[in-house]
C-alpha cells in the first residue's frame, strides 16, 4: 500500500516562505521520480516541480522558476518543497506524486497525496 502525505502548508503573508514535505510509504522510494502539483478552486492541477530518482535531475514551472526548489532524501523517503517569495497567486491546495516515468504532467504519476493547503495572503 503506498501512501503520500504532505505536510506544512499554511497562511503566509505575501514575500513569505514555506517548506512542504511529503512523507512516502513506498518500498522502493528511490525507483520513483517524485512531484508536486497545485490546484486552486476552480483550476485544473498544475504542475509545480519534479524531481528525478536519484535528485540530481529536477525541472520547474516557469512560474516558480527561481522561487522554488524541489528536494528529496531517499535515506528517509521523504521529499519537499522550499517555497520563497510567496504570491497570492500562488495560494492553492499542493499535491506531492509519484511516479516511474519522468514527466511534468499529471497523467504519467501513479500515487497521489491528499494535498496541503497553502495560502498566501495578506
Known amino acids: 500500500q503506498v501512501q503520500l502525505v504532505e505536510s506544512g502548508g499554511g497562511l503566509v503573508q505575501p514575500g513569505g516562505s514555506l517548506r512542504l514535505s511529503c512523507a512516502a510509504s513506498?518500498?522502493?522510494?528511490?525507483?520513483?521520480?517524485m512531484g508536486w502539483f497545485r490546484q486552486a478552486p476552480g483550476n485544473e492541477r498544475e504542475f509545480v516541480a519534479a524531481?528525478?530518482?536519484?535528485?540530481?535531475?529536477?525541472i520547474y514551472a516557469v512560474s516558480v522558476k527561481g522561487r522554488f526548489a524541489i528536494s528529496r532524501d531517499n535515506a528517509k523517503n521523504m521529499v519537499y518543497l522550499q517555497m520563497n517569495s510567496l504570491k497570492p497567486e500562488d495560494t492553492a491546495v499542493y499535491h506531492c506524486?509519484?511516479?516511474?516515468?519522468?514527466?511534468?504532467?499529471?497523467?504519467?504519476?501513479?500515487?497521489w497525496g491528499q494535498g496541503t493547503q497553502v495560502t498566501v495572503s495578506s
Open positions: 506524486a509519484a511516479t516511474t516515468h519522468w514527466s511534468s504532467q499529471p497523467v504519467a504519476y501513479d500515487y
Open positions: 513506498i518500498r522502493t522510494f528511490s525507483n520513483y521520480a
Open positions: 524531481i528525478s530518482r536519484s535528485g540530481t535531475d529536477v
